[in-house]
């Protein structure tokens, strides 16, 4: 049973220039959640994606965008990038048909570096 | 007030012990609630979930949910060194929808 895949595992970017996060949900999975974790915090929800649609969105600028495919996989954008955007970025899925009791699995990150 | 405090620790307790993690939430509509555990430099791991009030136990772990006191609680029973990590708190609220909304975490060391 094939868990959350992310890519790439770490990533050193200078401000100003823009990432592209990749992350493969669990088989069985529909529905993809972004968090942001800066070092010593708890993860921050930056927006969840189902039925390639942005579901709901955490308090982060337009800078922050996303999409989902038809394979339910699932990308993170960020443009003009600040050095405080330097933080792990977690990709979790999650299955909606379970409404308010579904679990979310994580995957093991990206370690995102602005210079 | 914080949607999710926790004690940041860190909570040291020897090989053995019992581990007694807490966590308070400020939405008192606030449905499921999720212990995850993280290594350093690592993602967090689903360890238990909890939605009534009560007792959850899946092996050393036992999860406490008190709605009333807007409280959860997470029992390490025969702490080991391998339990060290930080332990974090999520909440999920009709409010907030489908996120999960984080506590800060506590950390764990458990001394051999």
């Known amino acids: 049973d094939a868990g959350v895949t992310q890519s790439p595992t770490h990533l050193i970017k200078t401000r100003g220039q823009q990432v592209t996060l990749r992350c493969s949900p669990k088989?069985?999975?529909?529905?993809v959640s972004w968090y942001q974790q800066a070092l010593g915090q708890g993860p921050q929800f930056i927006f969840q994606y189902y039925e390639e649609e942005e579901r709901q969105r955490g308090n982060f600028p337009d800078r922050f965008s996303g999409h989902q495919f038809p394979n339910y996989s699932s990308e993170l954008n960020v443009n003009a990038l600040l050095l405080g955007d330097s933080a792990l970025y977690l990709c979790?899925?999650?299955?909606?048909?379970?409404?308010?009791?579904?679990?979310?699995?994580f995957g093991p990150g990206t370690r995102l570096t602005v210079l | 007030q914080k949607e999710v405090e926790q004690n940041s620790g860190p909570l040291s307790v020897p090989e053995g012990a019992i581990a007694s993690l807490n966590c308070t939430y400020s939405d008192r509509g606030s449905q499921s609630f999720f212990w995850y555990r993280q290594y350093s430099g690592k993602s967090p791991e689903l360890i238990m979930f909890i939605y009534s009030n009560g007792d959850k136990e899946d092996g050393r772990f036992t999860a406490q949910l008190n709605k009333a006191s807007q409280y959860v609680s997470l029992l390490i029973r025969d702490s080991q060194p391998s339990d060290s990590a930080t332990y974090l708190c999520a909440v999920k609220t009709r409010e907030y929808g489908n996120k999960l909304v984080f506590g800060a975490g506590t950390i764990l060391r458990v001394k051999s």
């Open positions: 979790a899925s999650s299955l909606a048909a379970l409404g308010g009791t579904d679990t979310q699995y």
């Open positions: 088989s069985g999975h529909d529905t």
